[in-house]
């Protein structure tokens, strides 16, 4: 496979841009320059065509380019855009239909990315408890600003230790963010209970995506919501990946947890940018969008007629067509399929998801935590995606990083990659 073009074009990239990409880990090897896009595929500048699991990080659910979004978004272009005044009727649909769907979601607020999203629901919920300290748990990842930017992809000897994300970061913030063991509610009580009173709320990714694919244990997602109401925390469900990817309700609706606060993304609107934060009306009412709030809340672009008429068509699709049965299915053949390969294979390997993300840890038992990943093969891991990026299956080349199936995807599209994960295994064992 050649790239001669992608080299070419990212050398002139690297004059203009720190490093050439927009996102820290959007740099990776082979560095591919994109430029078109359609249903399950990506094509890069030298005309090599992939079938995509990397979805842009999830948001592409239905997939690329996706024709009824795409017209739904022209059309309202067409006719309206952003006034920063007042509300528009676009707006107002979505936000119902939001609510229609998100048991936690009474009220809705809109912005513009997931970011912006946790750090409004961790605001809120510091303001309505009157505390400053806040739970999250190791891996998981809730954006880059400092209230949750520490302890994310923590090398091994950094795990549930202080691991700021970044340098520049207010001590303060770092501090007043305390890491929990996904998993282990023992662990958290007790984080409770020597910060009696001080925790404002806890925030997580129901199914932490960020390192892959881990399943919350059976009760784990009710002990968290009867610890926060036993504690008088709030609990935020950051739904960024799991949010209409999983089911049009989020996770919270599999599940049967409802959180008190909810963050969304990503796969909400199809590809375009769009993000909101849910909760109950008692709480969404404290936002100063409310004559007399006094939490604030503030966005130039928030409502922009792009993010909520695709979030609209993405919903309706959604509504109408059997989206998370193909999605879901296509998932289970490709589970299935993988490890009908490992033990055809002698392979010892778990392969993780839920409906249609996944991914194949190189490992022996099922991980529970963040802790366990350590004991998955990352050299492999990350050849392994390597290898199927040159017979044109882009996975992110990245370790623990998770896989996406859309809606554009296909049977064929499935069956295909497992032929090429077989022959790659072949080659790499
Ligand atoms: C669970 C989760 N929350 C929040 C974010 C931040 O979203 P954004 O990148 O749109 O700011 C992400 C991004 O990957 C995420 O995966």
């Known amino acids: 496979m050649l790239n001669n073009k992608s080299k070419e074009l990212y050398e002139e990239a690297k004059k203009h841009t720190p490093g050439g990409v927009h996102t820290s880990i959007r740099n990776v090897d082979p560095q591919l320059i994109f430029t078109k896009s359609e249903g399950a595929y990506i094509y890069d500048a030298d005309g090599n065509k992939y079938v995509d699991y990397q979805a842009a990080f999830g948001p592409f659910v239905l997939g690329h380019n996706y024709e009824t979004v795409n017209e739904r978004v022209i059309d309202a272009l067409s006719k309206t855009d952003l006034y920063g005044v007042g509300a528009t009727d676009l707006e107002i649909e979505c936000a119902e239909k939001i609510t229609q769907h998100v048991p936690s979601a009474d009220q809705v607020l809109f912005c513009n990315s997931g970011s912006e999203a946790t750090y409004h629901a961790i605001r809120l919920s510091r303001a309505i408890t009157n505390r400053t300290k806040l739970i999250k748990f190791q891996g998981c990842y809730h954006g880059w600003h400092d209230y949750v930017a520490r302890n994310m992809l923590s090398a091994p000897e950094k795990i549930g230790k202080r691991d700021p994300g970044s340098a520049g970061m207010m001590e303060e913030a770092i501090d007043n963010t305390l890491i929990c063991t996904f998993n282990d509610l023992d662990n958290v009580e007790d984080t409770f209970n020597k910060n009696k009173n001080e925790i404002a709320a806890i925030i997580l990714e129901p199914i932490p995506h960020n ?153 022996d038992f099922e991980p529970k935590n963040y802790t366990d990943l350590m004991k998955n093969d990352a050299e492999m891991y990350v050849a392994f995606r390597k290898k199927l990026i040159e017979r044109g299956f882009f996975k992110m080349p990245m370790n623990i990083k998770r896989n996406h199936i859309s809606y554009s995807h296909t049977k064929e599209d499935i069956d295909n990659t497992l032929q090429a994960i077989e022959d790659v295994l072949k080659e790499l064992v």
């Not at 504690?231 to 469900?237: K, M």
């Not at 799991?242 to 049967?256: A, C, E, I, P």
């Not at 375009?272 to 404290?286: D, L, Q, S, T």
Request: glycine content about 14%; aromatic content about 10%.
């Open 211 to 363: 390192i892959g694919c881990i399943l919350p244990e059976e009760g784990f997602l009710q002990g968290l919501r009867d610890l926060c109401d036993k504690h008088g925390a709030l609990l935020i469900f950051d739904e960024v990946i799991t949010g209409f990817r999983h089911d049009l309700g989020g996770y919270q609706n599999v599940s049967g947890v409802t959180p008190d606060l909810t963050t969304m993304g990503k796969a909400m609107a199809n590809g375009f940018p769009m993000a909101a934060v849910a909760g109950k009306e008692k709480y969404m009412k404290r936002y100063n969008t409310n004559p007399g709030g006094d939490v604030w809340f503030a966005g130039t672009f928030n409502g922009h007629a792009i993010g909520t008429s695709a979030a609209m068509a993405t919903m309706e699709v959604m509504e109408k067509e059997p989206v998370h049965k193909h999605i879901f299915e296509l998932g289970d053949r490709m589970r299935s399929g993988i490890r009908e390969i490992h033990e055809r294979l002698g392979i010892e390997a778990y392969v993780a998801g839920f409906g249609s993300v996944w991914t194949t840890y190189f490992m």
